[in-house]
């Protein structure tokens, strides 16, 4: 089945370890994104890319790194430097760079104890 | 940057009732896009507009790109229509704060 695939489901780490979370998708999409959602806000950009070897920060990009080195995956690391890694994270694909629509994975649940 | 306003922030509906969402935008957006996240967290693309309108089943959506505004339409709504309703827009794929909608059997 073509999609976005995020994995793992839940995820628990103990305070203070760097954790990452994969995101891989099937669609042939140019363009990859990871968002962090709080409970009952919305959604913040943490990084996005729009080609292979080449990304951005997004608005809350602090404590967190990605890598593209393939089309297909875009994994993120939350590192200790982030101050409540705690969240719902999720990525999502969209076919160009500009001006086309964009699909989910069905997200990560981080826990940070 | 763009603000964007999303109303109502909240919407409780009686199963059959239809309603409207609204996005408000400072500036000319683009790429503008309807997503509906589903109680277990999964968002749904519901419409690419841009501009103009579209229709998918009980769901239409419209977009008014020169007065900076995209409008979601609900008719006959389900339970299963419940959840957060969000409006997204630029390259960047940037999200309003979304609006809550609960349908009441």
């Known amino acids: 089945d073509g999609g976005i695939t995020q994995s793992p489901k839940y995820l628990f780490r103990k305070e203070g370890q760097n954790v990452t979370l994969s995101c891989e998708q099937n669609l042939n999409h140019d363009a990859m994104y990871w968002y962090r959602q709080d409970p009952g806000q919305g959604l913040r950009l943490i990084y996005y890319s729009q080609i292979v070897n080449d990304f951005q920060k997004g608005d809350i990009a602090e404590g967190y790194s990605v890598s593209r080195e393939k089309k297909e995956s875009f994994p993120l690391t939350v590192t200790s430097a982030q101050k409540n890694p705690t969240a719902f994270y999720l990525c999502?694909?969209?076919?160009?760079?500009?001006?086309?629509?964009?699909?989910f994975g069905q997200g990560t649940r981080l826990t940070v104890v | 940057g763009i603000q964007v306003e999303q109303s109502p922030p909240d919407l409780i509906l009686q199963e059959g009732a239809n309603s409207t969402l609204r996005c408000n935008f400072s500036?000319?957006?683009?790429?503008l896009q309807w997503f509906h996240q589903n109680p277990w967290g999964q968002l749904i693309n519901l419409f690419y507009i841009p501009s103009g309108t579209k229709q998918n089943g009980r769901l239409s959506a419209t977009t008014v790109a020169t007065e900076r505004y995209s409008l979601l339409y609900i008719s006959s709504s389900q339970t299963t229509d419940s959840g957060v309703y969000f409006c997204a827009y630029d390259y960047k794929l940037s999200f309003g704060a979304g609006t809550t909608v609960t349908v009441r059997a």
């Open positions: 999502a694909s969209s076919p160009l760079r500009y001006g086309t629509e964009a699909f």
């Open positions: 500036d000319s957006v683009n790429n």
